[in-house]
């Protein structure tokens, strides 16, 4: 009986091995294919697949206003340009917290962001926070900066009614083209980011307005952290 129990856990353990090595081989495969393909993202295969509405408009990165790049960088994740994918002080904080029994404030970085969009799924789950590290780190690797914030923008969903991507949230928010966006409509459009759900920065509330103007201050303070992404490694603020 206890040779049988134990030939059923190394089976379970061997067939969940395989799993993870089948989670892991596809963006190991597909990673290095997206230096020249543009990729679709999970919640936007998953509109495309149940028949909802979906919208997106790839644009080049050096076509996306340097206001709304450097916006999206000191609003989501402030060390993106120097971290290796993970920023490790942020998430050895969260996993103190967690350890601690409190609640998460999150730890994603951009990166993180797009290994979740291309290869997992959304909801708080530990599971996927670990998957995310390492997946992170080997988009990091792979891919340039530049080319991680150029998908990051055209996969980020930027509206309630499957608007995917900055030209999407741009011309339903704004009717303008995302090159053209000044300091006010670029902050309002990150200020959605968190809940595209129900943030409209279109209509904005007063509390996204608050947050638009401390992000505005913050990247004319500290803008050239967001260097990596502009043109020749340069922004134009």
């Known amino acids: 009986m206890a040779r049988r129990k134990l030939t059923g856990i190394w089976a ?15 963006p190991a495969v597909l990673t290095p294919l997206y230096l020249v393909v ?12 149940t028949g909802r509405p979906m919208e997106r408009q790839w644009r080049s990165i050096d076509d996306i206003s340097d206001r709304l790049k450097a916006a999206v960088v000191l609003s989501e994740d402030g060390q993106f340009c120097r971290h290796w994918g993970v920023d490790v002080a942020a998430l050895r904080d969260e996993v103190a917290r967690f350890m601690a029994g409190e609640d998460a404030r ?20 530990v599971l996927r926070k670990a998957l995310e590290v390492p997946l992170a780190v080997y988009i990091d690797l792979v891919l340039p900066k530049k080319r991680i914030m150029e998908i990051y923008l055209n996969i980020a969903e930027w509206g309630p009614e499957g ?7 741009a011309e339903r928010a704004f009717g303008i083209e995302p090159q053209d966006l000044d300091w006010r ?8 980011l968190p809940n595209p759900m129900l943030r409209q920065p279109g209509r904005p509330s007063a509390g996204m307005v608050r947050i638009a103007g401390i992000i505005a201050r913050r990247v004319q303070d500290y803008g050239e952290r967001a260097n990596c992404v502009g043109r020749n490694g340069q922004l134009a603020l």
């Open 38 to 49: 543009n990729p679709v993202s999970v919640p936007m295969l998953s509109r495309l697949l």
């Open 185 to 192: 409509t670029a902050t309002l459009l990150v200020t959605a």
């Open 106 to 125: 999150g730890a994603s970085t951009i990166t993180m962001q797009v290994a979740r969009n291309l290869f997992l799924w959304n909801g708080q789950s």
């Open 12 to 26: 379970l353990l061997r067939n969940l091995g395989m799993a993870l090595a089948l989670v892991m081989a596809v």
């Open 163 to 169: 608007q995917f991507g900055i030209a999407a949230g």
